[in-house]
Each structure stands twice: as structure tokens, then as C-alpha cells.
């Protein structure tokens, strides 16, 4: 199992960003996914779920309406569109698969 987060950066207030997640060693299609992220000296906390089939979805209330959470089965791709993006959403975000697999993170961070 394989995960490969890129997109992440430097972006101001209210900037915008889509991370990716690119999975390969395994059925995608068959599991659901999620996005978490840890900020410096903080828990890691759950950002997104989507389902295997996309048809299920749901988000930490911290990102509701701001962030969004897709996937591409042909593609073996996950996506996190983030928008509106505040400071207090700087941290490494990290794409997992339910079992105990995780990328590698790729930081995002937010700043004038």
C-alpha cells in the first residue's frame, strides 16, 4: 500500500488549494478514505471521510462548507479542495486509508 500526497503550500487568507492523494497497491475502489491533519504541538484530528463509492461523506465542523472531499476510482486519486483557507488550518495533512496506512503529509501553510 502506497499513498502520495503533493499540493500542498504557502497560500494567504482566504486562498485557496487542492490537495491530492495517489494511491496504488491496493483495490481503491473498494475503500473508503480519509484526509486528517496535525498542526505543530496539537493532536492529529480527522478532516474528511468520503466512501468507497464517493456516495458518503463527511466533515470535521472546523472545515464544513470550506473544504471538499473527492475521489477519482478510475484514477486511484483522492482530493481535498480547500478554500476560505484560515491560518488556523496551517498543519501537514495526511491522506489515509482505514487498517492503519498513511502518506507521507504534504504542509499547508496559511500566512500573509
Known amino acids: 500500500v502506497q499513498l502520495v500526497e503533493s499540493g500542498g503550500g504557502l497560500v494567504q487568507p482566504g486562498g485557496s488549494l487542492r490537495l491530492c492523494c495517489a494511491a496504488?497497491?491496493?483495490?481503491?475502489?473498494?475503500?473508503?478514505m480519509k484526509w486528517h491533519r496535525q498542526a505543530p504541538g496539537k493532536e492529529r484530528e480527522e478532516v474528511a471521510y468520503?466512501?468507497?463509492?464517493?456516495?458518503?461523506?463527511n466533515y470535521a465542523d472546523s472545515v464544513k462548507g470550506r473544504f471538499t472531499i473527492s475521489r477519482d476510482n478510475a484514477k486511484n486519486t483522492v482530493y481535498l479542495q480547500m478554500n476560505s483557507l484560515k491560518p488556523e488550518d496551517t498543519a501537514v495533512y495526511y491522506c489515509?486509508?482505514?487498517?492503519?496506512?498513511w502518506g507521507q503529509g504534504t504542509q499547508v501553510t496559511v500566512s500573509s
Open positions: 489515509n486509508r482505514p487498517g492503519g496506512y
Open positions: 496504488s497497491g491496493f483495490t481503491f475502489s473498494s475503500y473508503a
Open positions: 468520503i466512501s468507497s463509492s464517493g456516495s458518503l461523506i
